[in-house]
Antibody, heavy 130, light 112 residues
Framework: QLQLQESGSGLVKPSQTLSLTCDVS??????????WSWIRQPRGKGLEWMGY???????YYNPSLKSRVTMSVDRSKNQFSLKLRSVTAADTAIYYC??????????????????????WGQGTLVSVSS | QSMLTQPPSVSGAPGQRVTISCTGS?????????IEWYQQLPGTAPKLLIY???NRPSGVPDRFSGSKSGASASLAISGLQAEDEADYYC????????????FGGGTKLTVL
């Protein structure tokens, strides 16, 4: 059974860089057809997709975060990472890593792609405060 | 930017059937993209409930069902149980916008 576990700094000072790692166990992070994603959730609020890296290593970021975020994969350690620069209090949230599956489907006129998150880590709370 | 709109809350008594709507405000649903649904029990990570509009992953009870018509999708929960009290999120993916993933704002289901 696939398991994901987030780890990293739980307290970050404003203007500094938030760094998190997601350890993947139960399967190889290099398995074909899967992408790896970060999603965050401020306390008491909804989910915000931050970005994902697909099996080719291409990254896709939420436009609202694109200038500050970097995601990477370390296949030798079977883990993927998140860096978020220049943090503010608004970045305080529970951060989840998740596995994403991209799939193709036919619409009425064309082939389209869908994506869903089938496995999630338990989440880690990151607070931004001086 | 694409947006998915959900009602903030719904409620129902045990045994009843409730539905949660998810409406797209741009091309993310209107263009026939698929909708996924997640359940988030209090204090836990979200869990995949429905994928590809109507499909249930293994282990999800058939009390949960998804549908989609035009620009609107719905999650239906029949035979409501106390353990269904949770937040529910819809999600879509717009590959025409550089792989943009969008979540709805979430709906709090209260079992009366």
């Amino acid at each position: 059974q696939l398991q994901l576990q987030e780890s990293g700094s739980g307290l970050v000072k404003p203007s500094q860089t938030l760094s998190l790692t997601c350890d993947v166990s139960g399967d190889s992070i290099s398995s074909a057809d899967f992408s790896w994603s970060w999603i965050r959730q401020p306390r008491g609020k909804g989910l915000e997709w931050m970005g994902y890296m697909d099996e080719s290593g291409t990254t896709y970021y939420n436009p609202s975060l694109k200038s500050r975020v970097t995601m990477s994969v370390d296949r030798s350690k079977n883990q993927f990472s998140l860096k978020l620069r220049s943090v503010t209090a608004a970045d305080t949230a529970i951060y989840y890593c998740a596995r994403a599956l991209l799939y193709d489907f036919w619409s009425t006129a064309e082939m389209l792609r869908g994506l869903y998150f089938d496995f999630w880590g338990q989440g880690t709370l990151v607070s931004v405060s001086s | 930017q694409s947006m998915l709109t959900q009602p903030p809350s719904v409620s129902g008594a045990p045994g009843q059937r409730v539905t949660i709507s998810c409406t797209g405000s741009s091309s993310s649903i209107g263009a026939d993209y698929n909708i996924e649904w997640y359940q988030q029990l209090p204090g836990t990570a979200p869990k995949l409930l429905i994928y590809g509009n109507t499909n249930r992953p293994s282990g999800v009870p058939d009390r949960f069902s998804g549908s989609k018509s035009g620009a609107s999708a719905s999650l239906a929960i029949s035979g409501l149980q106390a353990e269904d009290e949770a937040d529910y999120y819809c999600q879509s993916y717009d590959s025409s916008l550089s792989g943009l993933v969008v979540f709805g704002g979430g709906t709090k289901l209260t079992v009366l």
